[in-house]
Protein backbone atom coordinates (compact mmCIF):
# COMPACT_ATOMS: atom_id res chain seq x y z
CA UNK A 1 0.00 0.00 0.00
CA UNK A 2 1.44 3.76 -0.62
CA UNK A 3 0.81 5.87 2.33
CA UNK A 4 0.89 9.62 1.99
CA UNK A 5 0.84 11.48 5.01
CA UNK A 6 -0.69 15.61 4.86
CA UNK A 7 0.12 17.67 7.54
CA UNK A 8 2.81 17.39 10.58
CA UNK A 9 0.39 16.48 12.86
CA UNK A 10 -0.69 12.81 14.77
CA UNK A 11 -2.25 10.57 11.97
CA UNK A 12 -5.36 7.80 12.10
CA UNK A 13 -4.31 4.65 13.32
CA UNK A 14 -4.89 1.60 10.31
CA UNK A 15 -3.75 -1.44 9.72
CA UNK A 16 -3.85 -4.31 6.88
CA UNK A 17 -4.91 -7.96 6.58
CA UNK A 18 -4.54 -9.50 3.56
CA UNK A 19 -7.49 -7.14 1.00
CA UNK A 20 -9.06 -5.74 4.16
CA UNK A 21 -7.30 -1.99 5.35
CA UNK A 22 -9.02 -1.19 9.22
CA UNK A 23 -9.18 2.37 10.06
CA UNK A 24 -8.98 3.92 13.78
CA UNK A 25 -10.77 0.33 14.62
CA UNK A 26 -14.13 2.39 13.63
CA UNK A 27 -14.11 1.49 10.00
CA UNK A 28 -13.21 -1.71 7.76
CA UNK A 29 -12.64 -2.04 4.07
CA UNK A 30 -12.53 -5.29 1.85
CA UNK A 31 -10.75 -3.34 -0.89
CA UNK A 32 -10.76 -6.33 -3.54
CA UNK A 33 -14.63 -6.03 -3.45
CA UNK A 34 -14.69 -2.81 -3.85
CA UNK A 35 -12.44 -2.49 -6.97
CA UNK A 36 -14.35 -1.60 -9.69
CA UNK A 37 -13.70 -1.01 -13.89
CA UNK A 38 -13.38 2.77 -12.83
CA UNK A 39 -11.23 4.41 -10.05
CA UNK A 40 -12.41 4.14 -6.77
CA UNK A 41 -12.32 6.97 -4.32
CA UNK A 42 -13.06 6.89 -0.05
CA UNK A 43 -13.37 9.45 1.99
CA UNK A 44 -12.91 8.78 5.32
CA UNK A 45 -14.36 11.63 7.66
CA UNK A 46 -14.49 12.31 11.44
CA UNK A 47 -17.49 14.13 13.13
CA UNK A 48 -16.57 16.75 15.85
CA UNK A 49 -16.88 13.99 18.62
CA UNK A 50 -14.37 11.38 16.77
CA UNK A 51 -16.35 9.07 15.44
CA UNK A 52 -15.51 8.11 11.65
CA UNK A 53 -17.59 7.49 9.06
CA UNK A 54 -17.39 7.12 4.98
CA UNK A 55 -18.24 9.98 2.93
CA UNK A 56 -19.93 12.11 5.51
CA UNK A 57 -18.36 14.33 8.65
CA UNK A 58 -16.10 17.89 9.51
CA UNK A 59 -12.87 16.38 8.97
CA UNK A 60 -10.95 14.34 6.57
CA UNK A 61 -9.18 11.77 8.42
CA UNK A 62 -7.70 9.75 5.37
CA UNK A 63 -8.47 8.83 1.58
CA UNK A 64 -8.55 5.84 -0.07
CA UNK A 65 -8.13 5.51 -3.69
CA UNK A 66 -8.50 2.10 -5.63
CA UNK A 67 -6.85 2.56 -9.07
CA UNK A 68 -9.19 0.80 -12.21
CA UNK A 69 -9.09 -2.91 -12.61
CA UNK A 70 -6.10 -3.89 -14.93
CA UNK A 71 -6.89 -6.57 -17.22
CA UNK A 72 -4.31 -8.93 -19.22
CA UNK A 73 -5.69 -9.46 -23.04
CA UNK A 74 -4.77 -11.54 -25.87
CA UNK A 75 -6.39 -12.48 -29.55
CA UNK A 76 -7.92 -15.61 -29.59
CA UNK A 77 -9.82 -17.43 -32.06
CA UNK A 78 -13.65 -16.43 -32.15
CA UNK A 79 -15.27 -19.67 -31.08
CA UNK A 80 -18.81 -17.83 -32.81
CA UNK A 81 -17.16 -17.32 -36.06
CA UNK A 82 -19.46 -17.82 -39.77
CA UNK A 83 -17.69 -16.74 -42.61
CA UNK A 84 -21.00 -16.55 -43.93
CA UNK A 85 -21.94 -13.92 -41.70
CA UNK A 86 -21.76 -10.45 -42.27
CA UNK A 87 -19.28 -8.75 -39.58
CA UNK A 88 -18.14 -11.79 -38.48
CA UNK A 89 -14.59 -11.70 -36.70
CA UNK A 90 -12.47 -14.62 -37.12
CA UNK A 91 -10.49 -13.26 -33.93
CA UNK A 92 -11.50 -11.22 -30.61
CA UNK A 93 -9.75 -10.36 -27.82
CA UNK A 94 -10.30 -12.16 -24.63
CA UNK A 95 -9.53 -10.26 -21.33
CA UNK A 96 -8.51 -11.53 -18.24
CA UNK A 97 -8.25 -9.68 -14.80
CA UNK A 98 -5.23 -9.38 -13.05
CA UNK A 99 -5.38 -10.38 -9.57
CA UNK A 100 -6.49 -7.34 -7.09
CA UNK A 101 -3.07 -6.33 -5.00
CA UNK A 102 -3.07 -3.97 -1.99
CA UNK A 103 0.40 -2.57 -3.32
CA UNK A 104 -1.53 -0.46 -5.76
CA UNK A 105 -3.64 0.70 -3.13
CA UNK A 106 -3.09 4.69 -2.36
CA UNK A 107 -4.06 5.74 1.64
CA UNK A 108 -3.67 9.40 1.97
CA UNK A 109 -3.47 10.23 5.73
CA UNK A 110 -4.45 13.24 7.72
CA UNK A 111 -3.71 15.32 10.56
CA UNK A 112 -5.98 14.88 13.20
CA UNK A 113 -8.05 17.57 14.72
CA UNK A 114 -6.14 17.96 18.49
CA UNK A 115 -8.36 17.05 21.23
CA UNK A 116 -11.04 15.32 18.58
CA UNK A 117 -9.85 11.77 18.40
CA UNK A 118 -7.56 10.20 20.70
CA UNK A 119 -6.66 6.45 19.94
Given at each position: ?8 G ?14 G???M ?42 Y ?34 T ?13
Amino acid sequence: MIIIERGEGKKISHSEMGNWLNVGDQLMFNLEKMEDDAAVHIDVMGSANGKLRESEGVYYVAQIDIPPRAYTEKEIDNPDYDPDQEGSQKKIIERDPVPFSMDNVTLTLFELKEGVFDE
